[in-house]
């Protein structure tokens, strides 16, 4: 617990220091049409684990790949400081960034 409370004392104490995690499902059509399904505010990133009478599957590889590159990206944004941060990604509105691999 000491090592958190050490790491957070670094940040400042303004708002402008958090980062929220969404997921978007969408839907392609036939011509390639993109539809936003829904937004997930809490994604689960966890692989699932078949229960009884369930067909086995791995999602275990790109689970743990969306977890890695997830980490990745919060580890750079914290250590890039204030003025890193706000020329790290993508366009900035406001005081949202966006950011896309794809």
């Known amino acids: 617990m000491q090592r958190v409370e050490d790491a957070v004392a670094h940040f400042p104490r303004r708002g ?3 980062w929220e995690l969404m997921r978007f499902d969408c839907f392609v059509d036939v011509n390639l049409s993109v539809s936003v399904v829904e937004v997930n505010l809490s994604p689960n990133m966890w692989p699932h684990r078949p229960g009884r009478g369930e067909a086995p599957f791995n999602d275990t590889v ?3 790949q ?3 590159d997830t980490l990745q990206e919060v580890a750079t944004w914290a ?3 204030q003025a890193g941060r706000a020329a790290m990604h993508g366009s900035v509105t406001g005081r949202d960034r966006e950011v896309w691999r794809g």
């Open 16 to 18: 402008d220091h958090f």
């Open 62 to 64: 790109w689970r743990n």
């Open 66 to 68: 969306l977890q890695d």
């Open 79 to 81: 250590s890039a400081g």
